[in-house]
């Protein structure tokens, strides 16, 4: 039957991730419903900017939470896209405190929620109402009903993601190591109900209404290991929106320069350090999000990226931290002529402004820095 002629029309089947995020304790004191708008605004709208950059794709909005997927996890062994999973999760659980520091300047209550997130077969639809296609099937039922296992501001994920991971973890063809990066410990069970099927995604076991409670659902939350933690300040969860101006006045010299080469990090940080600024540098993409996103994103006047990052490229890395603080100045390093293509993606700036082409002389970074701190 033709899709116009049904209310809702069953497309097609995938495999995707699930991610649904909840608002614990919803506010009460908010009578205003302008206030309320405001509130729910100033949450969701970062939360979706920084679950976009990571190429997640929102389903519904909850009310009190939303539900996104991760077109790209169709491919149960794309190294990446799972590993965009776990760090959206993480980027998002991170950017509460801005997201709280927001509420604060607006004088609304803080905001605290849960993360879940799982791996399985669902089943792509759409209504004559919408243009949007939306989903069904076990792993959204298992995202809500596991979400309550998280403590407040942390992520839980399910059993067929963790072991989707565990998979790829063991491939030979691997350049990312989960295990080794993030901490997954088991923190609870939840008895599966199966479909008549059996299906659970991508494990193939058959479990059915009558031996459900033999078959144990694990979950796991997810960290970063705490060996790869790379912060200096980790700044409390409540907002002090008057005290991180005054910081962030005070701090007009903090740059951060990420390129991979470790001597080219060593001598620009020389360079700089030279001309009175404080530098921060970095070699891992990873560790730039997990220290901006769990510090004061403000700290930071300038971050200089370098385009040929490995594993996470300096475009992405960009629009990335944008998310989480679009005020934030950044400027591109390039040994290549890249100026045309960067102008392409972001046609709001020229290349004069976002290019420092290398090899770069002392005294043209110095100027140059200078100028754009000026």
């Not at 659980?93 to 300047?105: F, G, P, Q, S």
């Not at 089943?123 to 407040?152: H, Q, W, Y």
């Not at 005054?246 to 350090?273: G, P, R």
């Amino acid at each position: 039957m033709s899709i116009l002629t049904e209310e809702v029309c069953f497309i097609r089947s995938e495999y995707y991730c699930i991610f649904f995020i909840k608002i614990i304790h919803l506010p009460e004191n908010i009578q205003d419903s302008s206030a309320i708008r405001k509130y729910y605004s100033i949450i969701f709208n970062k939360i979706i900017a920084i679950a976009r950059s990571f190429d997640a794709k929102i389903v519904k909005n909850l009310g009190d939470g939303l539900v996104f997927y991760f077109p790209k996890t169709n491919n149960s062994t794309d190294e990446a896209a799972f590993k965009d999973v776990i760090e959206c999760g993480l980027t998002v659980i991170a950017a509460r405190h801005i997201i709280n520091t927001k509420l604060c300047e607006e004088k609304l209550p803080t905001v605290n929620y849960r993360i879940s997130a799982d791996y399985g077969k669902v089943e792509v639809a759409r209504s004559i109402t919408s243009p949007d296609n939306d989903l069904f099937g076990s792993p959204m039922n298992l995202c809500s009903k596991i979400n309550a296992k998280a403590p407040a501001n942390e992520m839980v994920i399910g059993d067929n993601l963790y072991q989707n991971i565990k998979t790829i973890s063991y491939s030979d063809s691997l350049s990312f190591d989960f295990t080794n990066y993030y901490d997954f410990k088991q923190v609870g069970e939840y008895f599966w109900v199966g479909d008549n099927d059996g299906d659970r995604g991508s494990d193939s076991t058959s479990i059915t209404n009558k031996d459900y409670q033999n078959n144990p659902y694990k979950i796991y939350t997810a960290e970063v290991n705490s060996s790869r933690k790379n912060i200096d300040d980790v700044l409390d969860q409540q907002c002090y929106p008057q005290q991180q101006e005054e910081e962030h006045s005070k701090n007009n010299n903090n740059i951060m320069i990420v390129d991979d080469e470790q001597d080219i990090l060593i001598t620009y940080k020389a360079i700089l350090e030279e001309g009175g600024y404080n530098v921060k540098t970095f070699t891992n993409p990873y560790e730039v999000l997990l220290h901006f996103t769990q510090g004061n994103p403000m700290y930071y006047k300038l971050i200089i990226l370098d385009i040929r990052i490995p594993n996470l490229n300096g475009l992405q890395l960009y629009h990335r931290l944008k998310a989480v603080y679009n005020d934030i100045k950044i400027v591109f390093l390039s040994a290549l002529d890249a100026a045309k293509e960067l102008v392409s993606m972001l046609p709001s700036t020229n290349s004069d402004d976002i290019i420092i082409r290398k090899p770069v002389e002392k005294e043209y970074l110095a100027n140059r820095v200078k100028a754009e701190l000026a």
